[in-house]
Nanobody, 125 residues
Framework: QVQLVESGGGLVQAGGSLRLSCAAS????????MGWFRQAPGKEREFVAT????????YYADSVKGRFTISRGVAKNTVYLQMNSLKPEDTASYYC??????????????????WGQGTQVTVSS
């Protein structure tokens, strides 16, 4: 069994920064890509960013491009999300996800195999 554990969420003022971390544990697996999604109350879970493990290619939602940066850790299956210039509309629960093999997309929840429990990010105005 694979577990993904997120950390680093919290309360921050608009314009501030947070860094989220995600680490995998449990059964050994090789991820093709790891990413971040977020879900605000009453809304669907939406894609934020993803990074492919072997090449390090990155993909971002338009809403976070230029403000958020996804990166791989030194440890296998560890990923970070640096969030700068945060806005109140970034408030959501942020979820880490891992995809063992490419299934034609990075943006849809259905193509990811494993999920974390989420970490709350709240941006005050």
């Amino acid at each position: 069994q694979v577990q993904l554990v997120e950390s680093g969420g919290g309360l921050v003022q608009a314009g501030g920064s947070l860094r989220l971390s995600c680490a995998a544990s449990g059964r050994t697996f090789s991820s093709y890509a790891m990413g971040w999604f977020r879900q605000a109350p009453g809304k669907e879970r939406e894609f934020v960013a993803t990074i492919t493990w072997s090449v390090g290619s990155t993909y971002y939602a338009d809403s976070v491009k230029g403000r958020f940066t996804i990166s791989r850790g030194v440890a296998k299956n560890t990923v970070y999300l640096q969030m700068n210039s945060l806005k109140p509309e970034d408030t959501a629960s942020y979820y880490c996800a891992a995809q063992e093999r490419y299934r034609g997309s990075y943006k849809y929840t259905g193509v990811y195999d494993y999920w974390g429990q989420g970490t709350q990010v709240t941006v005050s105005s």
